[in-house]
């Protein structure tokens, strides 16, 4: 179904009415994450959605870091951000913009709620006032603060302001109704004492406005007219809009709510994030087994194949989890069709054609890919002595397995039809060699005998090749859902989520592989060159993914 045919979306249908009521006459959507981590595959489904939605109704999308919180927030993680989202192919509407840009508006509206006596210093203790808040079935009551006066509420918010009390000491709360309903709107917190150092403003301020406080008032003053939110912010919704309705805000955004990205097999709390890499399990966030887009961009994956798997799951109000299957059909249907094709022998087992002339090289051509003319053939250099996998040879065998067997045929995969004659084994039984003759008559063709090889392995030159190092990467978790039902996610880390090869050898080609530029190793997956680590003499190469679904089929078992 192509995106004309497929049907809108509700978000879609929304702000067509919302435009053709003429409740906005532009559409201006934004992207806000907090920079106190990096992106992860949740991320990516709104920054789709955001930018996508803006793309659709030729309106803008900012980028905006809401950093409100010193505590938790790096500069690494700003532009790590940024990178991410330009990487998706997304430009946000001009320079991108922080929250921290607000801090002196933000501030005077706290004082308009102080002097309009909807707000006030409270001195209860963080464990008082949780005390005081109720529960989901009982009523809060007020705090013994909450009927200062619009001077004494002035007076120490001021001192607040000026480093004068220390942190926990008291707080700025909005006075709405303690016995509502909904949580939220029991005095929340606007405004907290944090003697720390900001990334944007540095030592301006020791108070900071919450998330709540600042969220819609930045929205505002951006004229965002349609703010876009995953559906856990839903039970916020009447506090946003009593902020803005209760401040001179600039315009009037309109929240909508859907349901956030829930994927199987996967973690995608920046907490347990943040756990995995203070505790070592992973080497970083950008680590290739991390759901984060800068781990999934170092495996391999590409930003088409993220947004077309963003556009398959849909957008809804209805929470599910999303089978992991589907980003991996996506990324293999994207290198299937987009990948440049390879050949690399993981566990070489020397071959010599004993009838091939000593110090001669030919240099053979495969195609790039096998219905891309766009994309330029490889010369293959072939000699005397070749590798091929270890699995790929066996004295014996059964009719099931075409490869390359003692007294059998095989074809070389682009190149020739060899034959294996004999053996050569180490002290300990081991086969290091196998001698083969080469039927120089097959290539391109069958042999003239008739007898047709049963199989087609591949093969690099034992020569010039390059010599590289292979990590095979798989599902960081063995559990569908890892963090689910009180169980450690710990506990689920898969054994096996990572196996490092040395000494493979791939073609020659594979020399100028770019970082990130992704392969089909023909016969072994598709292939990355790793932007982190290895050299220009030994490049590592990161398996992105199967060239089949391997774990449905043991599921299947």
């Given at each position: 179904?192509?995106?004309?045919?497929?049907?809108?979306?509700?978000?879609?249908?929304?702000?067509?009415?919302?435009?053709?009521?003429?409740?906005?006459?532009?559409?201006?959507?934004?992207?806000?994450?907090?920079?106190?981590?990096?992106?992860?595959?949740?991320?990516?489904?709104?920054?789709?959605?955001?930018?996508?939605?803006?793309?659709?109704?030729?309106?803008?999308?900012?980028?905006?870091?809401?950093?409100?919180?010193?505590?938790?927030?790096?500069?690494?993680?700003?532009?790590?951000?940024?990178?991410?989202?330009?990487?998706?192919?997304?430009?946000?509407?001009?320079?991108?913009?922080?929250?921290?840009?607000?801090?002196?508006?933000?501030?005077?509206?706290?004082?308009?709620?102080?002097?309009?006596?909807?707000?006030?210093?409270?001195d209860l203790s963080a464990e008082e006032a949780r005390h005081y808040r109720g529960t989901l079935k009982e009523p809060g009551k007020n705090s013994p603060y909450r009927d200062r006066s619009v001077e004494e509420n002035l007076a120490l918010f001021e001192k607040m302001r000026n480093g004068e009390m220390e942190e926990g000491q008291c707080s700025l709360r909005a006075k709405i109704d303690m016995a509502a309903p909904n949580i939220n709107l029991r005095d929340p917190i606007i405004y907290r004492i944090k003697k720390m150092a900001h990334h944007q403003t540095g030592d301006k301020w020791c108070i900071y406005p919450s998330y709540d406080f600042t969220h819609g008032q930045c929205d505002a003053i951006e004229g965002i007219s349609h703010s876009i939110c995953t559906l856990e912010f839903e039970d916020h919704k009447p506090l946003y809009d009593w902020l803005i309705e209760n401040l001179p805000v600039p315009s009037r955004p309109r929240q909508y709510e859907f349901a956030r990205l829930h994927l199987n097999y996967t973690v995608v709390s920046k907490r347990k994030l943040k756990q995995l890499v203070d505790e070592g399990h992973v080497d970083g966030w950008d680590d290739p087994r991390m759901p984060t887009l800068s781990g999934m961009r170092r495996r391999g994956f590409t930003p088409t194949s993220i947004r077309n798997f963003c556009e398959m799951i849909g957008v809804t109000r209805s929470d599910s989890v999303v089978d992991v299957g589907m980003l991996e059909y996506s990324i293999r249907d994207d290198l299937d069709k987009?990948?440049?094709?390879?050949?690399?022998?993981?566990?070489?087992?020397?071959?010599?054609?004993?009838?091939?002339?000593?110090?001669?090289?030919?240099?053979?051509?495969?195609?790039?890919?096998?219905?891309?003319?766009?994309?330029?053939?490889?010369?293959?250099?072939?000699?005397?002595?070749?590798?091929?996998?270890?699995?790929?040879?066996?004295?014996?065998?059964?009719?099931?397995?075409?490869?390359?067997?003692?007294?059998?045929?095989?074809?070389?995969?682009?190149?020739?039809?060899?034959?294996?004659?004999?053996?050569?084994?180490?002290?300990?039984?081991?086969?290091?060699?196998?001698?083969?003759?080469?039927?120089?008559?097959?290539?391109?063709?069958?042999?003239?005998?008739?007898?047709?090889?049963?199989g087609v392995i591949h093969w690099v030159s034992a020569v010039n090749n390059v010599e590289c190092e292979v990590r095979l990467y798989d599902r960081l978790f063995n559990d569908s859902a890892p963090d689910a039902g009180g169980k450690n996610f710990l506990?689920?880390?898969?054994?096996?989520?990572?196996q490092i090869l040395k000494g493979c050898k791939a073609e020659i080609g594979l020399a100028k592989a770019a970082p990130e530029q992704g392969y089909q190793f023909e016969r072994n997956g598709y292939f990355c060159r790793d932007s982190k680590y290895g050299s220009a003499e030994v490049p590592v190469f990161n398996r992105t993914i199967g060239l089949r679904d391997s774990w449905a089929k043991e599921q299947n078992k």
């Open positions: 179904m192509t995106s004309e045919s497929k049907p809108a979306h509700f978000l879609q249908n929304l702000i067509r009415e919302d435009l053709a009521e003429g409740r906005v006459s532009q559409v201006a959507t934004r992207f806000p994450p907090e920079p106190n981590g990096y992106l992860h595959i949740g991320h990516a489904k709104s920054i789709c959605l955001n930018f996508g939605l803006a793309q659709e109704f030729g309106g803008t999308c900012n980028l905006r870091f809401d950093d409100t919180n010193p505590a938790k927030e790096e500069e690494e993680f700003v532009d790590a951000i940024k990178r991410d989202v330009s990487w998706l192919g997304f430009e946000w509407n001009g320079e991108a913009k922080y929250s921290s840009d607000n801090f002196d508006q933000l501030y005077q509206w706290a004082l308009h709620l102080i002097k309009a006596g909807k707000a006030y210093v409270c987009n990948a440049p094709r390879a050949m690399c022998v993981m566990e070489p087992l020397k071959v010599t054609l004993k009838n091939y002339p000593e110090g001669r090289e030919e240099m053979l051509s495969a195609p790039g890919h096998p219905v891309r003319d766009d994309l330029p053939a490889r010369e293959l250099p072939f000699g005397r002595t070749l590798y091929i996998e270890k699995e790929d040879f066996r004295e014996e065998a059964n009719k099931k397995y075409k490869r390359l067997v003692l007294g059998k045929k095989v074809r070389l995969r682009n190149a020739y039809v060899i034959f294996a004659e004999e053996v050569v084994k180490n002290d300990a039984g081991e086969i290091v060699e196998v001698i083969c003759s080469v039927d120089l008559d097959s290539l391109g063709k069958d042999p003239a005998d008739g007898v047709k090889p049963k506990d689920c880390v898969n054994p096996d989520n990572l």
